[in-house]
């Protein structure tokens, strides 16, 4: 749910193209998207639609070929790289498909390594890293190292530890991708308890209908723009430019997307106008 009618994240003709066999490609192309704090928002798309490469944007992984992404403002791309980095660190956390854990340490210590890393203290980044794996529902598990871990769980690991530093905007690709259905359920309702309990703006990138319906506000990537899910979506307004709002996916991947997950969603956040 958003406080503000002030964005926190606004992309502005936000566009990405690489080189392919001697041709440009274009992925992305003129994105006009608004992020308030606290949202909950799923980008959809087949692979190859161009989700995470938006997301690398998002996360200031990558630049874009042209366009702007104002953090509160100030378009974070005209800042010099280390500037870049600081704000990476200290505002973003990242979760993946695949978890990168540290195999040889345990639990708590993959959880600590950001802070260890900031030069924090082992006592307060031992106190900070309890606490996250508490609240993801790890208690039991900070001593074990990941091989002694399930998927789900170590995938929960990887949660706490992008949430280390406190970060307010919290970038999900896939993370539920290696996972079974149960599993996967579990760490969805786990982001969504986080985005209710911390605040931390949530955006995921996902080809899972399964986890997209359980996420208020939902995208489509289709043809390098971002389009509702569903046209006319009230939860998508104030988001995207509304000539868009009532835009129909032209891509045949993007169809099925659409189908798959039912108009019907007990979720009535809606955005600002």
């Known amino acids: 749910m958003t406080e503000s009618n002030q964005p926190f994240i606004e992309?502005?003709?936000?566009?990405?193209?690489?080189?392919?066999?001697?041709?440009?490609?274009q992925v992305l192309r003129d994105v006009d998207f608004r992020i308030f704090a606290g949202d909950q928002i799923a980008i959809m798309g087949p692979s190859g639609a161009g989700k995470s490469t938006l997301l690398q944007l998002l996360g200031t992984l990558d630049t874009p070929t042209s366009g702007q992404m104002l953090w509160?403002?100030?378009?974070?791309?005209?800042?010099?790289?280390?500037?870049?980095?600081?704000?990476?660190?200290?505002?973003?956390?990242?979760?993946?498909?695949f978890h990168h854990l540290l195999p040889e340490f345990t639990a708590l210590e993959n959880v600590m390594m950001?802070?260890?890393?900031?030069?924090?203290?082992?006592?307060?980044?031992?106190?900070?890293?309890?606490?996250?794996?508490?609240?993801?529902?790890?208690?039991?598990?900070?001593?074990?190292?990941p091989g002694e871990l399930s998927g789900g769980e170590q995938q929960r690991v990887?949660?706490?530890?992008?949430?280390?530093?406190?970060?307010?905007?919290?970038?999900?690709?896939?993370?539920?991708?290696?996972?079974?259905?149960?599993?996967?359920?579990?760490?969805?309702?786990?982001?969504?308890e986080l985005n209710e309990t911390t605040g931390v703006t949530v955006v995921i990138v996902t080809h899972d209908p399964s986890l997209a319906e359980n996420m208020p506000i939902?995208?489509?990537?289709?043809?390098?723009?971002?389009?509702?899910?569903?046209?006319?979506?009230?939860?998508?307004?104030?988001?995207i430019p509304e000539e868009l709002m009532n835009a129909?996916?032209?891509?045949?991947?993007?169809?099925?997307?659409?189908?798959?997950?039912?108009?019907?969603?007990?979720?009535?956040t809606q955005g600002p106008s």
């Open 11 to 25: 992309l502005r003709g936000l566009s990405k193209e690489f080189m392919h066999r001697g041709k440009y490609l």
């Open 218 to 239: 939902r995208v489509l990537v289709d043809q390098g723009r971002l389009i509702p899910q569903h046209p006319g979506d009230p939860n998508v307004a104030g988001r």
């Open 158 to 192: 990887a949660i706490a530890r992008a949430l280390f530093r406190e970060p307010r905007l919290l970038l999900a690709d896939e993370p539920t991708g290696n996972l079974d259905l149960r599993t996967a359920a579990g760490i969805h309702a786990i982001l969504r």
């Open 72 to 97: 509160n403002g100030e378009d974070v791309f005209s800042r010099r790289k280390a500037v870049l980095a600081g704000l990476r660190n200290r505002e973003i956390g990242f979760v993946f498909q």
């Open 248 to 268: 129909r996916p032209q891509d045949p991947g993007q169809l099925r997307l659409v189908e798959a997950v039912s108009d019907g969603d007990s979720t009535t």
């Open 114 to 145: 950001p802070g260890l890393i900031g030069r924090m203290g082992k006592r307060a980044a031992e106190s900070r890293g309890k606490e996250l794996l508490e609240m993801v529902g790890l208690k039991e598990r900070v001593h074990h190292q």
